[in-house]
C-alpha cells in the first residue's frame, strides 16, 4: 500500500492521515470509557476486595480483607498500581467518589491502547479495514464495558491487545527496543492474569521468529522487568514474593477451592458467547471465519485463551474476554472484506459509502448485545450495594457501621464508604439480639426495609433504595440513631466475621 498522504494543521505542521483517521476513533472510545468511569456497578466482587480495597487499605490503614488475600493467593502488583490514583482523587476531593472516578477513568484511558492496536492492525490491510477495526474496539459494549474495570481481566486485555500488534511488527522489523517493549508488556499480563500464560507465550514465539538473535534477550528482560516488579509489590506489602502463584495453583486447582464457586462444562464458554451475541451471530459468525482467514494467528490465540480456560471447571464470561476481543476485532476485519463482496454482486451496495455503513451497523450490533439478556443484567451489578454504602459514609456524624442480614456476603467496603470507621456484621438467628447489644457500638445500620422492627427503637429509617419496588425487594435502607459510640465492635467487627464464615 502506498505511503498516506499527509496534511498540514493551522500551524503548518504534516499530520499524518492514519491520525486524522484515528483521533475522532479515540475520542468516541474515551467518552464510552469514562461514561463507564462514572459508574458504580461492578462487574465481579473481585475489582473490589482484590484490586480496589487492598489498594484503599494500603492508603488508608482500612480495608475489607477478602479469603483470597489470608490464603495468599493474590498478587500486590495492581492494588498498588492502583494506589497513586486512589490517593490523588482522595486528597482533591475526599468527600467525593472521585477517587473512583479518577481510577477507573485511567484504566478507561489505558485502554485506549486496544483501540489504536486494532486500527493498526487494520492497516495491514487497508485504511478502511483500520477505520472499521478502530472503531469496533472503541465501541463494541463487551469491550469497552471491561475497559474501565479495576480487575485482572480488562487489565490484562489492555496489555495483551498491544502486545500482539507489537509482536506482529517485530516479525517483520526486529527491533531490540521494541522487543523490550514487548517483554514487558507480556510479563506484566501474566503478573496481572497468570492463566493467560499460553496465549502470552505464543505472541512471544511470534515476535521472536523474525530475528530470534536480536529479540529472544531484550524480550527476555523485559520479561523479567515485570516479574521483578511484581515481586516488589508483594515484598512492599509483607508478603513473600510471587509465592501467591503456587498457593493460587494449590488452593483454587489442587484443593479445588474455586469449584466452590461453581462448575460448568468444557463447552460453557462457546455456549454462552453464543447466547451473548445471539441474533448478531448472524453477522458476526461469518465475519470472524472471514477475518480468521486475514489474520489466522490472531484467531489461534483466541482459541488457545478459550481452549485453556475450558480445562478450568469453574469458569466466568469476564475470563475470556482477550479472547472475545479478538475475535470481534477478526469480525470486524471480516466484515470489510465480506461487504467488497457484496458489492461486487449487488450494485446498491456499490452506491452507498461502505465504511460509514459498516460503522453504523457495528453501533447497532453492540447496542442490540447490550441492550438484551444476558448481557443486559449486568449494567446494574453491584449499583445497589455500594451507592448505598457511599450515602452511609456520607452521613453526617457517622461513627460506627453495622450491616445488618446483607443479602450477600462480603458486601461492606471502605472504598465506597470513604470514611474511616468501625464497620460491624450482624447476621444469622441471633442478628437482632446483637443489633441491640451491640448499638452503642454503631449509629448507622444498612438493612432490608422488612428487617425494621428488629432493629432497636433508637434507630429511624432514613432512606430505602429501589422504593418503587415491594418492600420485601428492598434489601438497601439506611437507618441511624443520634449521639456518638461508645464501645468497639468486638467480635462483631466485619473482618472478624468474615473471617469466622470463611469468607
Given at each position: 500500500m ?6 498540514t ?7 499524518p492521515?492514519?491520525?486524522r ?6 475520542g468516541?472510545?474515551l ?9 458504580t456497578i461492578v462487574?465481579?466482587p473481585?475489582e473490589i ?11 488508608t ?10 490464603e495468599?493467593i ?7 498500581l ?7 482523587g482522595?486528597?482533591i476531593a ?9 481510577t477507573?477513568g485511567?484504566?478507561?484511558?489505558l485502554?485506549?491502547?486496544v483501540?489504536?492496536s486494532?486500527?493498526a492492525?487494520g492497516e495491514r ?5 483500520a477505520?472499521?477495526?478502530g472503531w469496533v474496539?472503541?465501541i ?15 487489565i ?6 498491544p502486545?500482539l500488534?507489537l ?17 514487558l508488556l ?15 507465550a505464543?505472541i ?5 521468529s ?9 524480550l527476555?528482560?523485559?520479561?523479567l ?7 516488589l509489590?508483594?515484598?512492599a ?5 510471587l509465592l501467591?502463584l503456587?498457593?493460587?495453583f494449590a488452593?483454587n486447582?489442587?484443593?479445588n ?5 461453581g462448575?460448568?462444562?468444557p463447552w ?6 453464543g ?7 448472524v ?5 470472524l ?5 486475514r489474520f489466522?494467528f ?18 466466568e464470561?469476564?475470563f ?5 476481543a ?5 469480525a470486524a476485519i ?9 458489492a461486487g ?10 465504511t460509514?455503513?459498516?460503522c453504523?451497523?457495528w453501533?447497532l450490533?453492540?447496542a442490540v ?5 444476558p448481557f443486559s443484567?449486568y ?14 459514609g456520607r ?5 460506627g457501621l453495622a ?18 470507621v468501625?464497620?460491624?456484621?450482624l447476621?444469622?438467628?441471633?442478628s437482632?439480639?446483637?443489633?441491640q ?9 444498612i438493612?432490608?426495609?422488612l428487617?425494621?422492627p ?6 429511624r429509617?432514613v432512606?430505602c433504595l429501589?422504593?418503587?419496588k ?16 461508645t464501645?468497639?465492635?468486638g467480635?462483631?467487627?466485619y ?5 469466622r464464615?470463611?469468607?
Open positions: 502506498p505511503a498516506p498522504r499527509d496534511f494543521d493551522t500551524t503548518g505542521r504534516k499530520i492521515t492514519a491520525w483517521a484515528l483521533a475522532p476513533i479515540l468516541v472510545a467518552v464510552f470509557r469514562l461514561a463507564m468511569a462514572s459508574q462487574h465481579q473481585d476486595w482484590q484490586y480496589l480495597e487492598p489498594a484503599w487499605g494500603r492508603l490503614g482500612h480495608w475489607i480483607v477478602a479469603w483470597e488475600f489470608h495468599g493474590r498478587g500486590w502488583l495492581v492494588p498498588m492502583l494506589t497513586p490514583s486512589l490517593a490523588l482522595h486528597a475526599p468527600d467525593t467518589m472521585l477517587h473512583l472516578w479518577l477507573r485511567l484504566l478507561g484511558l485502554s485506549l491502547g483501540v489504536a486494532f486500527f492492525m490491510i487497508s485504511r478502511q479495514h477505520i472499521v477495526a474496539g472503541a463494541w459494549v463487551e469491550i469497552f464495558y471491561f475497559a474501565a474495570r479495576p480487575s485482572g481481566d480488562g490484562a486485555l489492555t496489555l495483551t491487545v502486545a500488534w509482536a506482529m511488527r517485530l516479525r517483520e522489523r526486529p527491533s531490540m527496543r521494541l522487543a523490550g517493549m514487548l517483554g507480556l510479563g506484566l499480563a501474566f503478573i496481572v492474569r497468570f492463566q493467560y500464560a499460553p496465549a502470552l505464543l512471544g514465539l511470534l515476535a521472536v523474525g530475528d530470534p538473535r536480536r529479540t529472544l534477550l531484550p527476555a528482560g523485559g520479561s522487568v515485570a516479574i521483578v516488579l511484581g515481586a509489590a508483594d515484598m506489602a509483607g508478603a513473600p514474593p501467591w503456587w498457593r493460587n488452593i486447582l489442587g484443593e477451592r474455586s469449584a466452590s464457586f462448575t460448568q462444562p460453557w464458554f462457546l455456549t454462552q458467547i447466547a451473548t451475541w445471539h441474533i448478531a451471530m453477522i458476526l459468525l461469518p465475519s471465519l472471514t477475518g480468521a482467514r489466522p490472531v484467531a489461534v490465540i483466541a482459541l488457545v485463551v478459550i481452549a485453556s480456560h475450558s480445562l478450568i471447571p469453574h469458569k464470561y469476564r475470556v474476554i482477550l479472547a472475545i479478538l475475535g470481534v476485532f477478526l471480516g466484515s470489510v472484506d465480506l461487504w467488497k463482496a457484496l454482486r449487488w450494485r446498491v451496495a456499490e452506491r452507498i459509502n461502505a460509514i455503513a459498516l453504523v451497523l453501533f450490533l453492540s448485545v447490550g441492550a438484551t439478556k443484567a449494567w446494574g451489578n453491584g449499583r445497589a450495594a455500594n451507592t448505598m454504602l457511599a450515602k452511609a452521613t453526617p456524624g457517622i461513627c450491616l445488618f442480614q446483607e443479602p450477600d456476603l462480603p458486601m461492606a467496603n471502605y472504598t465506597y464508604l470513604n470514611r474511616s468501625p464497620v460491624m456484621l447476621e444469622g438467628r441471633r437482632a439480639a446483637s443489633a447489644a451491640m448499638a452503642p457500638a454503631f449509629n448507622v445500620i438493612a432490608p426495609r428487617s425494621a428488629e432493629l432497636p427503637a433508637s434507630y429509617q432512606e429501589q422504593p418503587h415491594a418492600p420485601e425487594k428492598q434489601k438497601f435502607c439506611l437507618f441511624m440513631r443520634p449521639g456518638t459510640c464501645v468497639p465492635p467480635d462483631f467487627d473482618n472478624t466475621v468474615l473471617r464464615l470463611g469468607h
